[in-house]
């Protein structure tokens, strides 16, 4: 398996831009989570999916932002328009859903907001 | 909010000695994972130890687990040069949705 992909791997955009961030999770794992990591803030949990529903939405930041999983194997982060605070790593993760098992990360996103 | 808070903030070591960093939690948990993180990488799993556990080995790893304190602690024995890195607490609770910590910077000199 080649692990939790996303892409792109980096994102410069411009204020007010649409921003969209990808994940493929490892086939078989029936949760994913998508992260944000800034210096400030750390590694904050935005949102969680279980067997492609969302269940918890609480860390999304605010309206901008949004996220879908529309099939076992795909799902995207939409900002939707971007701002300069957005700039941060955003990773995927997923997870056989066990209360046993760790998660496997992506490789990160890294997006730039000018 | 995080959970975790490692302790300490950042760590310098010479090759070939133990480096231990701590973890303290707020709230009661499933299990406890350790993660690492590689400069401009993602996270690796490195080890989980659940709530009715005291203590787990993997390789040249020691984790300790205090439910009563709050509490855990990942012992690295005869540290590398490539364990440079940083490493991250992080709490599982009920729904399976982790919480990280904000991580502790280890170097390693040769």
């Known amino acids: 398996d080649a692990g939790v992909i996303q892409s792109p791997r980096h994102e410069v955009t411009e204020m007010g831009q649409e921003v969209t961030l990808r994940c493929k999770p490892i086939s078989g794992h029936n949760s994913l989570f998508w992260y944000r990591q800034t210096m400030m803030r750390g590694l904050e949990l935005l949102i969680y999916f279980n067997n492609n529903v969302p269940i918890d939405d609480s860390g999304m930041p605010e309206d901008r932002f949004s996220a879908k999983m529309p099939n076992a194997s795909f799902s995207t982060l939409k900002i939707q328009p971007s701002e300069p605070r957005d700039s941060a790593v955003y990773f995927c993760?997923?997870?056989?859903?066990?209360?046993?098992?760790?998660?496997?990360f992506g490789s990160g996103t890294r997006l730039t907001v000018v | 909010s995080q959970q975790g808070e490692e302790d300490p903030q950042a760590l310098s070591i010479q090759e070939g000695e133990n480096a231990t960093m701590n973890c303290s939690y707020k709230t009661s948990i499933n299990n406890l994972q350790w993660y690492r993180q590689n400069s401009g990488r993602g996270l690796v799993h490195l080890i989980l130890i659940r709530s009715n556990e005291r203590e787990k080995h993997s390789g040249r790893l020691r984790v300790t687990l205090d439910t009563s304190k709050k509490s855990s602690s990942l012992l690295i024995t005869a540290s590398r040069a490539a364990d440079t890195a940083s490493y991250f607490c992080a709490t599982s609770n009920p729904g399976n949705m982790l919480t990280f910590g904000g991580g502790t910077r280890l170097m390693v000199k040769p």
């Open positions: 993760a997923s997870s056989l859903g066990g209360q046993g098992d760790g998660y496997t």
